[in-house]
């Protein structure tokens, strides 16, 4: 079965034949290049899924090939093949973009290796896409932001787990959107055709929590004037999201774990048990393990729902998501408002990316809107978001502590406003490249997170 297409670029026939001869004999489908110019042509004629380039060409080095197929084709894994007396130019091609590179000679193995892991980050960026095509469609769920390293591993997390009936474990701060990364594990599963319920577990009172969850029978309890079906009755077949679940009352905790225990439950009042085929997913900003500790959560449901773990991190860990997350809701809102905002002053964004937003995406989105309500002019300035209180609440820190937060954020703002163009950003930054490289790995900040 084909395992892949490849295109092999190199001036030696020798290595053409012999990568051709391997790669074959692993199933893949090889397609080989002895010039730039043929490369370039195949590139657009073909979709390969994987280009494995030389980096001394004939008339150019691979990079510059690897960057003109990259103008085609931008996710498409690229290997670079180098001699050993030039790693370090293997190195610069990965900071271009290159997935990873080999030198001569290879092994052969390792060859296999670096094709399959490249493939699987091909699969995966490709998912995520998928991903963000679906939740923009059907719930216009647009504003997933996942620039960030960390969230693309959260995206990763729910690709791979998706197809799986195990509970689903989510935990971060308010505001973080634990409710949006269940919505996406649930369209993602098979379950996607059938309910998706949720509940706001710390919003119910626990006398009708029991009645919201499970249902009750006509004459259960004072005001049941009819009999209902809970919410894991109306969720059969499909996916029931608990959020909040560490704010559930321990008598309704104890019914929750027979019902995952069972696969049934009673509803208020009647004797006929009821068999449900759910699949869970719980969400919670509390230390559960704590909550164990303390007798405030029951120890025996804490391991039956902590199955799966995702942490969704807070918007000041993933502070390259801020900018694509304000030019989102600025649009949103410009269009509920009708207003024509062209966008918001490197000032303004500077004040925002200073911010430690412990209301996380919430509360960027309320101070972006709150902007837009109250500008009179095109642009968002920077006093719009001072008049929020939140954003006034600035935490005083050591000078060293402050000044590395502002350069990382400045850094950050720098990459998104050049698309990851480092050479770029340096220009702007007043910094000689090599130097602008020191200061994106000191801060581990990776270009390619901001390539469009």
Not at 37 to 59: G, H, T
Not at 304 to 313: A, D, G, Q, S, T
Not at 331 to 347: A, L
Not at 384 to 389: A, G, N, P, V, W
């Amino acid at each position: 079965m084909n395992r892949g297409q490849i295109l092999v670029v190199d001036d030696d026939r020798n290595i053409l034949e012999l990568m051709k001869i391997r790669l074959e004999s692993a199933n893949y489908l090889v397609a080989t290049a002895a010039d730039e110019d043929d490369a370039s042509r195949m590139i657009k004629d073909e979709v390969f899924d994987i280009a494995i380039v030389d980096l001394q060409l004939v008339r150019s080095d691979g990079i510059e090939l690897m960057q003109n197929m990259h103008m085609i084709h931008p996710d498409m894994p690229v290997i670079i093949l180098t001699a050993y007396g030039t790693i370090e130019s293997a190195v610069n091609a990965m900071k271009k973009g290159a997935y990873s590179y080999l030198t001569k000679p290879f092994d052969g193995r390792d060859l296999l290796l670096q094709i399959e892991k490249a493939l699987e980050k091909r699969h995966l960026t490709t998912e995520i896409n998928r991903l963000k095509g679906i939740i923009t469609e059907r719930y216009d769920f647009s504003n997933i932001i996942a620039r960030s390293r960390k969230m693309q591993e959260v995206l990763e997390q729910v690709i791979r787990i998706a197809g799986t009936d195990s509970t689903i474990y989510i935990s971060g701060d308010s505001g973080t959107g634990k409710e949006l990364i269940a919505k996406a594990t649930h369209l993602l599963s098979e379950r996607k055709d059938k309910s998706f319920v949720d509940i706001n577990c710390a919003a119910i009172p626990e006398s009708l929590l029991e009645s919201e969850l499970f249902g009750h029978e006509k004459g259960a309890f004072t005001g049941a004037i009819r009999t209902r079906g809970g919410l894991f009755t109306q969720a059969n077949g499909g996916t029931v999201f608990l959020d909040e679940i560490g704010d559930m009352p321990l008598s309704i905790q104890a019914k929750l774990l027979r019902v995952l225990q069972e696969r049934r439950f009673y509803p208020i009042g009647s004797k006929e048990p009821i068999e449900v085929n759910v699949r869970l997913i719980v969400a919670t900003n509390k230390d559960l393990e704590k909550e164990v500790a303390k007798g405030q959560f029951r120890e025996d449901l804490f391991y039956r729902i902590h199955v799966i773990p995702i942490f969704i991190p807070s918007l000041k860990e993933r502070k390259e998501d801020i900018p694509p997350l304000v030019d989102h809701f600025l649009k949103q809102f410009s269009k509920e408002m009708n207003k024509k905002i062209k966008g918001i002053t490197p000032q303004a964004m500077q004040q925002l990316m200073l911010q430690d937003w412990p209301g996380n995406v919430r509360q960027l989105k309320n101070t972006i809107e709150y902007a837009v309500a109250m500008t009179l002019d095109d642009v968002i300035t920077e006093d719009l978001l001072q008049t929020q209180k939140e954003i006034e609440q600035v935490d005083h820190k050591p000078l060293k502590e402050a000044k590395a937060v502002f350069e990382r954020s400045y850094i950050v703002q720098l990459m998104d406003m050049t698309q990851g163009n480092v050479s770029k950003a340096a220009q702007l930054a007043g910094k000689y490249r090599a130097d602008f490289y020191n200061l994106l790995k000191k801060y581990d900040i990776s270009p390619t997170d901001f390539k469009k």
